[in-house]
């Protein structure tokens, strides 16, 4: 190989490789980096309306809040909803027992709304015929503590609905009815 050529194919491989990287980050499907996550990590099990677990969530806590890195089989093709819901509890089929959506700040729904939305709102997921799977990052929110801890006295839950949020309809984003379910938080009382 010419002395020229060298470089060129060297240079060509370190962009590869950097490209890679980024397209990785900007799905969100990328593993969470252990230096983002200062608290270590729990995962707990994503259960249909049946019980069945269908997948897990990974919670994690760093100076940001909390991560929550969500994997998910099983659920309809399409766009779902997803909450933070204010009680710790996944009783199917319908999961009433997660109550309302957690929004410990008294604010309206929905991430469009111009009164701003509430900590319970997250981003809808999509699936298709495999595992759907993303990242969340709740802000100003710890998993235990003083102030808006998913680690209250009744606990949280985080519930995917079987549509998709319109990001502006208060008080559920007409996400429809709750298809799957996981206690990020069990009640302590």
């Known amino acids: 190989m010419s002395r020229r050529r060298f470089p060129l194919i060297a240079s060509l491989v370190a962009l590869a490789a950097c490209s890679q990287s980024q397209d990785a980050e900007q799905t969100g499907n ?22 069945k677990e269908i997948g897990r969530v990974e919670i994690g806590e760093d100076a940001n809040g909390v991560t929550l890195r969500l994997a998910a089989n099983g659920i309809s093709a399409g766009t779902h909803g997803v909450h933070l819901h204010t009680i710790g509890r996944c009783d ?56 808006n801890a998913l680690g209250d006295a009744d606990g949280t839950s985080l519930v995917i609905h079987a549509d998709a949020d319109d990001y502006k309809t208060d008080p559920s984003g007409n996400s429809g009815g709750r298809i799957a379910c996981a206690v990020l938080a069990a009640p302590t009382s």
């Open 92 to 147: 199917g089929p319908k999961f009433e027992s997660a109550g309302g959506h957690w929004n410990p700040e008294n604010r309206q729904h929905g991430r469009d709304n111009p009164e701003g939305a509430h900590l319970g709102d997250l981003a809808n997921i999509s699936a298709g015929s495999d595992e759907a799977t993303t990242v969340f990052l709740v802000g100003g929110v710890s998993r235990t503590g003083p102030g």
């Open 30 to 51: 990328a593993p969470l980096a252990a230096d983002n996550v200062a608290a270590a990590a729990e995962s707990v099990p994503l259960l249909d309306g049946s019980g």
